[in-house]
Nanobody, 123 residues
Framework: QVQLVESGGGLVQAGGSLRLSCEASGRTFSSYAMGWFRQAPGKEREFVTGINWVGGSTYYADSVKGRFTISRENAKDTVYLQMNSLKPEDTAVYYC????????????????WGRGTQVTVSS
């Protein structure tokens, strides 16, 4: 069993920044991909970003390109999501995810999910 624990969510004004963290435990994450999905009230859960653990190649949804940055820290089995220039439409519950194999954008392909952390952006 792999456990993912998110932290760093909160309330921020439009234009501000937040940094989310996701710490993994239970096994090493070599050969895994990790990333983030988000879900706003009344909307479908959507892919935000992901990173391949080995090599570090990254992928971003068009809606966050240029504003969000995903990174990894191998020694701590931790991924980070730096969110800048936040907009009200970024308001959602953000979920950390992991899978065996490369990054994909389909939520059914991810085996491990955190419980989520709330991000609220006010106008």
């Amino acid at each position: 069993q792999v456990q993912l624990v998110e932290s760093g969510g909160g309330l921020v004004q439009a234009g501000g920044s937040l940094r989310l963290s996701c710490e993994a435990s239970g096994r090493t994450f070599s050969s895994y991909a990790m990333g983030w999905f988000r879900q706003a009230p009344g909307k479908e859960r959507e892919f935000v970003t992901g990173i391949n653990w080995v090599g570090g190649s990254t992928y971003y949804a068009d809606s966050v390109k240029g504003r969000f940055t995903i990174s990894r820290e191998n020694a701590k089995d931790t991924v980070y999501l730096q969110m800048n220039s936040l907009k009200p439409e970024d308001t959602a519950v953000y979920y950390c995810v992991a899978r065996r194999g490369p990054i994909i954008n389909a939520q059914a392909g991810y085996d491990y999910w955190g419980r989520g952390t709330q991000v609220t952006v006010s106008s």
